[in-house]
């Protein structure tokens, strides 16, 4: 499967817990993105990445969350001390191309719940 | 205000019949559009890409109007298969390329 994967894909913790997500693009891939889903809500645009370059990310939810993408490769999503409020689908997209229009391709999704 | 908005529905519709949805842009700078599909508990998936001159593909039918800053869809002949939501797209353009998602529009088709 040559698409993008995401994993976990479900993904349970306590309050205060630390979690990672990891995401793995199409290959030929250069820009990658995260969004959060909630019900009912479309996704909500939370940081990207062209190649290794973080080139947005003000709009991360607080300074608890934090994203990397070592290498221009795979990314990882981080949430330090989870709140329920953190439940929510976390989605990761690719797509080709510099600065132009390219089509979003989204993984399945990593959903996180907090107890 | 929410840079792009979509009534959320639920649109209820037999089928066969035609159904259009519109959505709004709040940033003009806004430079390319789409409309993406989610199907329950999936991933989105891009449906169309929205031209000014307008699109269309089979019974899918996408215009932009950039002086009111809408685009809409129009489906003709709904199929049960076409159910889902249905999410607009605006992107800013240039060295941060950042598509903005609506809250999107669910469509159910009834026999």
């Known amino acids: 499967d040559t698409g993008v994967s995401q994993n976990p894909r479900h993904k349970i913790t306590k309050r205060g817990q630390n979690v990672t997500f990891r995401c793995d693009p199409i290959?030929?891939?250069?820009?990658l993105y995260w969004y959060r889903q909630t019900l009912g809500q479309g996704p909500e645009f939370l940081t990207y990445?062209?190649?290794?370059?973080?080139?947005?990310k003000s709009r991360l939810l607080s300074d608890r969350f934090s994203a990397e993408r070592p290498k221009g490769s795979f990314s990882t999503l981080e949430i330090q001390r989870t709140e329920q409020g953190d439940s929510a689908m976390y989605l990761c997209?690719?797509?080709?191309?510099?600065?132009?229009?390219?089509?979003?391709?989204f993984g399945e999704g990593s959903r996180l719940t907090v107890l | 205000r929410k840079e792009v908005e979509q009534d959320p529905g639920p649109f209820n519709v037999p089928e066969g019949a035609t159904v259009a949805f519109n959505c709004t842009y709040s940033?003009?700078?806004?430079?390319?559009f789409f409309w993406y599909r989610q199907d329950c508990r999936k991933e989105p998936k891009l449906l169309m890409s929205?031209?000014?001159s307008g699109n269309e593909d089979g019974r899918f039918t996408a215009q932009l109007n950039r002086a009111s800053q809408y685009i809409s869809l129009l489906i003709r002949d709904s199929k049960l298969s076409d159910s889902a939501t249905y999410l607009c797209?605006?992107?800013?353009?240039?060295?941060?390329?950042?598509?903005?998602f609506g809250r999107g529009t669910s469509l159910i088709v009834h026999p």
């Open positions: 997209a690719s797509s080709s191309g510099t600065g132009g229009t390219g089509e979003l391709f």
């Open positions: 290959s030929e891939h250069n820009r």
């Open positions: 990445f062209q190649n290794e370059a973080q080139l947005e």
């Open positions: 940033n003009s700078a806004s430079q390319s």
């Open positions: 929205v031209y000014s």
């Open positions: 797209v605006a992107g800013r353009g240039g060295g941060s390329y950042i598509p903005t």
